[in-house]
């Protein structure tokens, strides 16, 4: 038996990243990444590192509640072993509910220190192989002028699927799409999201208006709560439908799976609270016969090469958006993920293979608890 691992200290950093421009989707505007890394250290001089990037409005954490968390789950890991992940995980969701994010960043840093332990990549610790993939640009709700030349500028760069922001009225969503099909072509995929924008009717409306505009699939139509409207909407057009707020964990998966209430599962690992729950949620997709994405809220590229791995390792993740990292002016993040325009190449460092970069950790504020 090998001599187990022990959590000797946790160190929680609040880490500001500007954006080029504010992030807007139906339900709130982001104006920079507010997201808090944890350091957990090991007796073994290995350490591991997580990320957190909170979206109030989706999971109910901002960047305070999250440090808070983090405080109390350090002191609830310290002293354990960091390679029982099944064990950790258990203990935190039974001690912190809800607060997917930030148990989200504590689940990443023990996978990245069970990776180290193992001389192994993250893919390959989940049994899975490596292989490159693209994501797609977001959109943020703008004008139809707006998002049209934003269009334009993704095409230009070489992204090979737009994604855009909707969610507001039938009017102005379906002018937006149209506006974007003008100035891009019928070519290049178009993805949809609204955020749980529309009522029932407004999204029923809105996607037939929307079918003949090449729509590869419509996530999150309608309130995160509404399950039964969600099938109905999914009922009435040839629009695909995503879940993706109505998903947070693998209870979720199996009831939108049986009750046949969307053709995609939209998994982040901000949502499920890491990578041992999203491993559950596309379990459940796979024995359903569902595809999958992996999403981001916006975290950088140490939280997006944790979700990279996760994709590369289940070839039934069939879409990515991993695009935070776009947005950003700064890259603090060493290692990890590598993107060519949208291409994401993962590499054989033991764990998620991202660090920060120390002098950036050095000017965050930090709270260490051991
Ligand atoms: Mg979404």
Known sequence: MSENLKITGIEIYKADIPFHEPFRIAIMEILCAQSVFVKIFTDKG???MGEANPYWRITGETQSINIAGAVDLAKLILGKDPLNIEERNKEMNKYLAFNSTIRSAFDMALYDIAGKAAGLPLYALLGGGKRSFWTDNTISIG???YVAKKAVDYKKQGFQAIKVKLGTTKELDVARIK????????KLPIRIDANQGWDFHTAVNTLKALEPFGIEYCEQPIAHWDYDNLRRVRESTTIAIMADESLFDHHDAYKLAVGGCCDYFNIKL???GGIHNALKINAIAEGAGIKCMVGCMTETRLGLSA??????ARPNIQYADLDGYLFMKEDPIIGGAQYNI???TITDTPGHGADVD???LKSCEMIAVK
């Not at 506006?179 to 019928?186: E, L, N, P, V």
């Not at 979700?307 to 590369?312: D, I």
Request: hydrophobic letters at 45%; charged letters at 20%; aromatic letters at 6%.
């Open 143 to 145: 004008e139809p002028e």
């Open 46 to 48: 290995i350490y591991g």
């Open 342 to 344: 949208g291409e994401i």
């Open 358 to 360: 120390p002098a950036f």
């Open 270 to 272: 901000a949502k499920s």
């Open 307 to 312: 979700a990279a791995h996760l994709v590369s």
């Open 179 to 186: 506006s974007i099909r003008a100035a891009i072509g019928d």
